[in-house]
């Protein structure tokens, strides 16, 4: 069975930080790309991050130098590493053999993580 499974969310205070990890089990991801997307209550799915096979990077333009996703194919995990949260990023956070602007493209997801940022 081909699996990824999301972990790391939590309650932070407004400016505060989270890693989210990403860990695959069934294959290795060396030769992916694996997208980061999150749901806000409320609204639709949105694409966060994407890392490519190669190890570069791209982001959502609102999130660009607070966010960075990384990858250790050793452990067959890939990170999203989230700075200085704000509240507007409370939402179920998933990751996916999968990048896009939405997660339209994608039927199935995992059960993701909950981040939530509230004083």
């Known amino acids: 069975q081909l699996q990824l499974v999301e972990s790391g969310g939590g309650l932070v205070q407004p400016g505060g930080s989270l890693r989210l990890s990403c860990a695959a089990s069934g294959f290795s991801l060396d030769g992916y790309a694996i997208g980061w997307f999150r749901q806000a209550p409320g609204k639709e799915r949105e694409g966060v991050s994407c890392i490519s096979s190669s190890g570069s990077a791209n982001y959502a333009e609102s999130l660009k130098g607070r966010f960075t996703t990384s990858r250790d194919n050793a452990k067959n995990t890939v990170y999203l590493q989230m700075n200085s949260l704000k509240p507007e990023d409370t939402g179920i956070y998933y990751c996916?053999?999968?990048?896009?602007?939405?997660?339209?493209?994608?039927?199935?997801w995992g059960q993701g993580t909950q981040v939530t940022v509230s004083s």
């Open positions: 996916a053999v999968y990048c896009g602007s939405t997660g339209r493209g994608l039927r199935n």
